[in-house]
């Protein structure tokens, strides 16, 4: 430990209490509150089983919100991660794109619900919207990433033929760049769940939207319930897309290291 | 009275016409510096050299992709360059496979060597990857003749290294070239798979009237495939070489003898 390690844990202690003071986080008041939880343990006992039917259902509306939200979403992101990649459009095409792209992606997913909310009223159709919003803003950021770290060798190849840029892009870039996507596809379909099953909150449809009202009128229980329903979709959700990156995705890099061996 | 035949421009023996060219990436030091070169039609001409001699440069001259800071290149009277549009038609013919081949690793062998027919498809055949039944039909003989066959539908990154090259050279003879350009494809392959590949280059010669103009890192290999041989050096064309069967029959420029040659490239050519 040197005296200047010692200078910089002091700081970003002293940084620490004073934050905590200043938003009044005390954990003795958390250790305090911890009992409460019990209260809800004891209320999801008392639960009707008849809520459970209901949570399903609301979740299953979730997650359609979700597949709808991840699905258009990629839909709109790859034409524009086409032109917003560097190695394959001029200045004046992948500027203005990515601009666009990162004023997207500035709001969080919940903002834009509200903004949605305002447009076409309260309701599922405003989550849907507002995550298509938030997948065209990352999918199109990662995969135009994507396409300029791909191999510049079959690029070369490719056009010393003299093919034309559509055909580039059909023959080359899209493969190339395409054993990324899934995983892609994956990661925002399991994020956007989460996201979806908030965005009730605010009134744009979604399990959310039922937990809300729940703690709204305390009873704990019910919300319980249905952020249980969360919770275990989630999982599934969760190991559901573990297998299939096995299945795929690591086989194929697996595939690569054999090969890299043999050359 | 009989006249004599015009003569025309597109059967005269110089297919490739290198004039007192310079290249340079960064407009500071000279790549290639002032090299001349002249390549007959139906060659194999090899160029040899150490790393960083201009060797890859001067084939990227050829095929478009670089344009010389001075100097004159022509291929069948045309200069190369990939912006303008009668060479873009050129190219269509100029096979060109650069030293890491490159072939699209998620796609199959058949899809791989079909990119070189490309060009002959209509924007609805491409948009739609509809290729026309005689395409593939060509596709699957060119790929029984490099020594493919029942590959065609393997991924292309589960091959191994020799079969990676002969899909690269698949892929260029799809173009039906008239130039094939090899930039170091055998240089990492064991003696007995790189005289496979470039008897399969060989072979293609002798079909049709290919040129071939192949960058190579053994000489030895080079002595024994080559008409003629080119060695390049810091930029330079130090030597240039005829070749006929075991003998050296003309020798252009420099004043190295052929041990001397030899010597150079002995420690890289048993491998």
């Known amino acids: 430990m040197t005296p200047k390690n010692n200078i910089i844990i002091g700081v970003v202690v002293a940084l620490l209490v004073a934050a905590s003071y200043n938003v009044e986080a005390n954990p003795i008041e958390f250790a305090e509150g911890l009992p409460n939880l019990g209260i809800v343990l004891e209320e999801l006992l008392l639960v009707e089983p008849k809520h459970v039917p209901v949570a399903l259902w609301a979740m299953f509306e979730t997650v359609q919100m979700a597949f709808i939200g991840t699905a258009v979403g990629i839909a709109i992101a790859l034409p524009l991660s086409l032109l917003a990649a560097r190695n394959l459009n001029s200045k004046y095409v992948y500027a203005p794109i990515r601009a666009l792209l990162a004023a997207i992606r500035t709001f969080p997913s919940i903002l834009w619900a509200i903004l949605f909310v305002i447009m076409v009223g309260l309701g599922p159709f405003a989550g849907v919207l507002a995550i298509i919003m938030y997948t065209v803003g990352f999918v199109a950021k990662l995969q135009y990433e994507v396409i300029e770290t791909i191999d510049a060798d079959p690029m070369d190849a490719a056009s010393s033929i003299g093919v034309s840029k559509w055909q580039l892009i059909r023959y080359v870039v899209i493969p190339e760049s395409a054993s990324h996507l899934l995983g892609q596809v994956l990661y925002m379909f399991d994020y956007n769940l989460r996201q979806t099953s908030i965005l009730g909150l605010v009134g744009a449809g979604g399990i959310g939207f039922y937990i809300i009202n729940y703690i709204k009128f305390f009873e704990y229980g019910k919300a319980a319930i249905f952020m249980i329903v969360v919770l275990i979709t989630v999982l599934i959700v969760d190991w559901t897309s573990v297998k299939i990156r096995d299945k795929y995705i690591v086989k194929s890099q697996h595939g690569m290291e054999v090969t890299a061996k043999l050359n | ?271």
Request: proline share 3%; net charge positive; no cysteine.
């Open chain 2, 1 to 271: 009275m009989t006249r004599a035949p015009l003569p025309s421009l597109i059967s005269t023996l110089k297919i490739i016409q290198i004039n007192d060219i310079s290249a340079s990436y960064d407009s500071k030091s000279l790549v290639l510096d002032h090299v001349n070169l002249s390549i007959d039609r139906g060659t194999n001409y090899a160029i040899v050299g150490p790393s960083g001699s201009g060797k890859s440069t001067l084939l990227k001259l050829m095929n478009g992709m670089m344009i010389p800071s001075s100097g004159t290149i022509k291929i069948d009277y045309v200069a190369p360059n990939m912006k303008d549009k009668k060479f873009k038609k050129m190219m269509h013919t100029i096979g060109y496979i650069p030293q890491n081949l490159g072939l699209v690793k998620n796609i199959t062998v058949l899809e791989n060597v079909l990119i070189g027919s490309l060009p002959r498809l209509n924007k609805i055949q491409s948009f739609f990857k509809r290729f026309p039944e005689d395409e593939i039909t060509e596709a699957k003989k060119i790929i029984k003749q490099v020594g493919l066959s029942g590959k065609e539908e393997r991924k292309s990154y589960m091959l191994s290294g020799g079969e990676k090259r002969r899909v690269a050279i698949a892929r260029a003879f799809m173009q039906k070239p008239t130039i094939l350009l090899a930039d170091e494809i055998v240089s990492e392959l064991d003696r007995a798979t790189a005289k496979e590949i470039m008897n399969l280059i060989a072979d293609a010669q002798k079909r049709i009237n290919l040129t071939a103009i192949m960058i190579h890192h053994d000489m030895k290999l080079a002595l024994e495939y080559a008409n003629r041989v080119a060695v390049i050096k810091g930029g330079h064309k130090i030597l240039e070489i005829g070749v006929e069967g075991d003998t050296i029959v003309d020798f252009q420029t420099g004043d190295m003898t052929t041990e001397e040659i030899m010597s150079m490239y002995s420690d890289d050519s048993e491998k």
